[in-house]
């Protein structure tokens, strides 16, 4: 007869075994580009989805607000920065996480009603998640830019190219997103800081839709410039897939696996699957990096975005064995250092991807699931590439490096998960 820990010990192993089944047999596929009023209902008019943990305006970074601001300002809720401040301060404005409304943002993450969102639909499982397009590069609103040039570039999102994938997709069956991601891999992407091979492969699947669909050749000209001139366009994308992935192993009873890791500028937040919608936070860590000339720690921002789904799912610091170039460009040195990163995560997840593999260890699959009881237990937290971020507000990306995330919010999840399993 099974003693009461190991009739735990049994049942967190099946859960376990479930989350990693469904996230393994995931069919995530981009199916549309929509206005995000029609993929999530629920937004209304004044409601801003951020990046993150919950959080209000109060306790928001520098970018954000900048990023806050300016969103107010494209959509219409404000005539200048001014006063969207002070609607902000006010209380004017609803503000959520993407993650409770089946979305995901990068870095400040912004999610209003106007702006068109990636629609990846996993068919294994039949649920939706969202994305913003990703703006390109320079002064951007993911990295809290929100002056006249990053309104101009959100509207031709909005009325130009969003409208365009939508009808190019629809016209097609859909872009299966796992195959890509399998061959960015062997191209040299890590799919957060690198998604260089995935951006070209996309715009190569995109590009014959688009030609067929857009009357306009000067339109379709600056469309393709901008997708084949963005290195990480499909970063969204892969936040998505990750998204889609995992909000299945949501709420599987006794599970330890993390479904959702996530930061906005001031906490880092996780959810675990037998744990269902419960934030576990923690103050964020500072990113260490690369800086761009003129700038450096002393203007950085603590790490922010949701882009921390693709880790997640095996991929981003997960993977870095699979980007030699991200090695050097974020900080973590040589390859062979990069490799270690990946070997390291390897202790903390239960199993590899087998169709997401690394030819630099030999094809060994991307770590994939975390437990918390194991980065508990070991003392090692998951490694994030991410971008770095101007502390304050309209200045936009100052860097890119590596992030660790904080123990505490694993030790808080795991004492509840005891706690709920009725273990001391």
């Known amino acids: 007869m099974m003693t009461t820990s190991e009739k735990v010990g049994s049942n967190i192993r099946k859960a376990n075994a479930e989350a990693i089944r469904r996230i393994l047999e995931a069919k995530p596929v981009l199916i549309d580009v929509v206005p995000a009023s029609e993929a999530i209902p629920a937004l209304q008019e004044g ?13 928001m970074c520098g970018p954000m607000r900048g990023a806050v601001t300016g969103i107010a300002v494209f959509e219409g809720w404000a005539t200048d920065l001014a006063e969207a401040e002070q609607l902000a301060e006010s209380g004017a404005f609803s503000l959520n996480p993407n993650h409770d409304f089946g979305a995901v943002g990068p870095m ?45 570039r959100l509207g031709w999102l909005r009325d130009t190219l969003g409208p365009a994938l939508g009808v190019a997709l629809r016209a097609g069956k859909g872009i299966e997103l796992k195959p890509l991601v399998a061959r960015g891999l062997t191209m040299g992407d890590e799919m957060h ?38 290195d990480q366009f ?88 699979a980007a030699p170039a991200v090695a050097g460009f974020v900080g973590a040195g040589t390859p062979s250092i990069a490799a270690d990163f990946t070997r390291t995560m390897g202790e903390i997840t239960l199993t590899q991807n087998p169709e997401w593999t690394i030819p630099a260890l030999d094809y060994q699959g991307v770590p994939t699931g975390i437990d918390i009881r194991l980065v508990v237990e070991t003392g090692i937290t998951p490694t994030i590439n991410t971008g770095i971020a101007h502390r304050k507000p309209g200045i936009g990306q100052v860097g890119a490096g590596v992030v660790k995330a904080p123990l505490a919010c694993f030790e808080l999840a795991l004492k509840a998960l005891a706690t709920r399993l009725g273990v001391r």
């Open 47 to 59: 409601m801003i989805l951020h990046a993150g943990p919950p959080i209000d305006w109060g306790n």
């Open 108 to 152: 400040t993450g912004m999610t209003t009603l106007s702006q068109p969102v990636l629609v990846v639909e996993n068919r294994a499982s039949g649920n939706h998640a969202f994305c913003t397009i990703n703006e390109g590069l320079g002064k951007v609103m993911r990295f809290g830019g929100n002056d006249a040039s990053v309104l101009k």
């Open 193 to 230: 800081q690198r998604n260089l091979g995935c951006s070209s492969l996309l715009l190569r699947t995109l590009a014959p839709d688009l030609a067929r669909t857009v009357d306009d050749r000067t339109a379709l000209a600056e469309m393709l410039s901008f997708i084949g001139s963005n």
């Open 234 to 321: 499909f970063l969204n994308l892969a936040m998505a897939l990750g998204k889609a992935i995992m909000d299945p192993v949501c709420d599987i009873d006794c599970s330890s696996v993390v479904t959702a890791m996530t930061r906005n500028g001031t906490d880092f937040g996780i959810r675990v699957s037998g744990l269902g919608d419960e934030w576990f936070t923690a103050p964020v860590e500072m990113p260490e990096g690369l800086y761009f000339p003129g700038f450096s720690a002393d203007d950085a921002n603590p790490d922010m975005g949701d882009s921390t789904i693709v880790e997640t799912i095996g991929l981003g610091g997960f993977a870095m064995a």
